[in-house]
């Protein structure tokens, strides 16, 4: 289905291949001038097509690989090799289907972002009665400043509004990569795009949909993907002077012998498909190498920017860090012992649907400690969680509950980016549990490996609080911290940064504006928004940060092969040019000479799927994964 979607897409690809197949039986039934002329026409079609756009191309300034395709089916048709000249259509047409569609997978419209977005809120018809359980369902665009909205449990919050209830948690690590819930009170501001803990609150609107918080980063990402420039692919750059060159030579030969003919034989040697297929080959040879490292690129183009990255910018949370609080200490009271309190904390969080919840079962089973079962428990909540545990009273929550509850209950000091959750045990303070978002272990050796490895410069653009981002920076080796910025701000800071390429790495929907507006932008699509993913060029499909070093090593090796490989179709043919210029290679014999060189160039382009020179840590996991398509040149 999706092969013919994209020959539906690319009819020269399907007329080609009919008039090759037509033009192979004429020839063997002995009708070669009916084939010359079939054959003929159609390249010549071709030709004026290819020439339109190439001109409109020049008009636009950019000048490529369509120059290097016109002579190479021009020179054919000349040396009458029309056989050779269709089989250049082909290869033509056919690299130009496989770039469209990586261009198609690069350029999504942030499906996944945009399926975020609510679309209904819950509005109450009578804004002053917050008391009434009666609700409208409106479309999000209809909702109005001063209308009091309904946001049930775990739902995404519509617009910005200001908090009515008391008290609510808010997950916000999406908007401003807080990791922690955060807790707003009656008055404050509650941004769209934030999810909403596990009671239902009531707001009342500040902004309209198309001003709130939320749909001004799906705004940002648009913007920001419009202004990026275009790279320009690495064999462009030879097309003209390689071109030129050939010119100048069959020119020369022509005139030194004054025939015509060598003109031909000459140019014959100066296909273009060294160029046009070494490069495209050795990036979808790279493109699949990282694939199996669970890598996904979108496109050539990204493979030859990470090569030449020079900055590398990281966001914190869940990029850095792994963005789930997990169990950092246990500081139990007299008479008690870590193991203890734990077990009990981690038996009365199985009811619970807080956030630090899981950090302290998951800590407890990795202890290896048993949780017991409890028939009677029961939530507050945004204060704890109290359950009877083997004919224990076990309380775990914030401090101000578990100290209305217990005496003698104390404050536990806490280091910036730590949270602690209170306990109570047959109503005596039994300690406290200390959670924090701790960096991923490795990332201390990915830093220190992109240092070691070219890159100048390495910087952390976050939403959270100085002294936690600071923290982390010290942590894994990061100096240069910027804090509690916004998403508008990242993109500002990003675009402010030298030298140039830039690379961005985060995860979540507040990262999707500075991904798209990076050089290159690589997703931790792991477990992360996929709107993350489809604003960036390289999304990382495992969870772990090696894979950024992996990504920049495949892409230096694979624009070394293709360099190389370039280089090898280029000497072999402008040294075979010159013995054709002495008239003793006929044109037939050249042509199947450069399918020789073009064998020799696929062939060494193909180092690409090797491993890299490049020393640098395995990575941690090697799922295989489909193979990406490529957004390789054209031949």
């Known amino acids: 289905m999706r092969l013919t979607r994209i020959l539906w897409a690319h009819p020269i690809i399907v007329v080609t291949v009919l008039v090759l197949v037509g033009v192979l039986v004429m020839d063997g039934v002995r009708r070669t001038s009916v084939a010359r002329w079939a054959a003929v026409i159609w390249v010549s079609l071709v030709v004026a097509w290819t020439v339109a756009r190439m001109i409109r191309d020049v008009l636009r300034g950019r000048v490529g690989l369509d120059i290097l395709a016109v002579v190479a089916m021009v020179a054919t048709l000349a040396v009458d090799e029309y056989i050779a000249a269709l089989i250049i259509v082909l290869m033509l047409s056919g690299g130009e289907a496989l770039e469209d569609v990586a261009a198609h997978r690069a350029k999504r419209d942030l499906t996944a972002l945009l399926d975020r977005s609510p679309r209904i809120a819950h509005v109450l018809p009578h804004p002053h009665d917050t008391t009434s359980d009666v609700v409208v369902d409106s479309p999000v665009e209809d909702v109005a400043i ?75 990402v648009h913007a920001a993907e419009k202004s990026r420039a275009p790279v320009v692919r690495v064999a462009d750059r030879f097309a003209v002077p390689f071109t030129a060159g050939s010119l100048v030579l069959a020119a020369a030969a022509w005139a030194l012998s004054g025939q015509p003919t ?17 490069a495209p080959v050795a990036f979808l040879a790279g493109l699949s190498r990282a694939a199996k490292g669970g890598v996904i690129m979108k496109g050539g183009a990204v493979l030859e920017q990470l090569a030449r990255v020079r900055v590398a910018a990281f966001d914190k949370t869940g990029t850095l ?22 077990r009990l904390a981690a038996s009365a969080e199985q009811y619970s649907s807080h956030a630090l919840a899981a950090g302290v079962r998951a800590a407890a089973l990795e202890r290896g400690l048993m949780l017991a079962r409890s028939e009677d428990a029961r939530e507050i909540a945004t204060n704890g969680v109290t359950a009877w545990i083997e004919n224990h009273s076990v309380t775990v929550g914030k401090p101000a509950y578990i100290a209305a509850l217990v005496s003698g209950m104390r ?17 005596r303070f039994a300690g406290s549990l200390i959670l924090a978002d701790a960096p991923r272990p490795e990332s201390s050796q990915v830093i220190a490996w992109l240092r070691e490895h070219g890159v100048e410069r390495i910087v952390m653009l976050t939403g959270d609080a100085r002294p936690t981002a600071e923290s982390i920076g010290r942590a894994i080796g990061i100096s240069e911290v910027q804090s509690e910025l916004l998403p508008g701000e990242k993109v500002h800071f990003a675009s402010q940064l030298r030298p140039r390429p830039v690379m961005m790495v985060g995860d979540g929907v507040n990262d999707a504006p500075v991904l798209a507006a990076a050089d290159v932008g690589v997703a931790m699509g792991a477990k992360g928004a996929t709107a993350a993913g489809d604003a960036a060029d390289v999304v990382i499909l495992v969870d772990s940060l090696r894979p950024v070093a992996d990504a920049l090593a495949i892409g230096r090796h694979t624009l070394q092969v293709a360099l190389t490989a370039i280089w090898i179709g280029i000497g072999l043919s402008v040294g075979l040019m010159l013995v054709a210029m002495t008239g003793i290679i006929p044109a037939v014999t050249g042509a199947l000479i450069q399918e020789l060189v073009d064998l020799a160039t696929i062939l060494y382009a193909l180092r690409a799927l090797g491993r890299p020179d490049l020393e640098h840590r395995p990575l941690a996991a090697r799922p295989e994964a489909l193979l990406p398509s490529t957004g390789g040149g054209r031949c």
Not at 184 to 207: D, P, T, W
Not at 327 to 339: I, K, M, N, T, W
Not at 414 to 426: E, K, M, R, S, T
């Open 262 to 278: 060598r003109f031909a034989e000459v140019l014959v040697l100066a296909t273009p498909c060294p160029l046009l297929i070494a």
């Open 146 to 220: 001063g209308d009091v909205i309904l946001v049930r449990p775990s739902e995404v919050v519509p617009v910005d509004g200001r908090l009515l209830v008391e008290a609510a948690a808010f997950d916000e690590s999406s908007l401003t990569g807080e990791s922690m819930p955060v807790t707003r009170r009656n008055g404050e501001e509650v941004l769209s795009g934030s999810i909403n803990g596990e009671r239902a609150v009531r707001i009342r609107a500040l902004r309209r949909s198309a001003d709130s918080q939320f749909q001004q980063i799906v705004a940002l």
């Open 411 to 427: 404050r536990t000091p806490l280091a910036p980016g730590q949270a602690a959750a209170y306990v109570a045990v047959d109503g």
């Open 321 to 342: 860090t792994r963005g789930i609080p997990t169990l950092a200490e246990v500081r139990p009271e007299p008479g008690f012992s870590a193991d203890y309190v734990l």
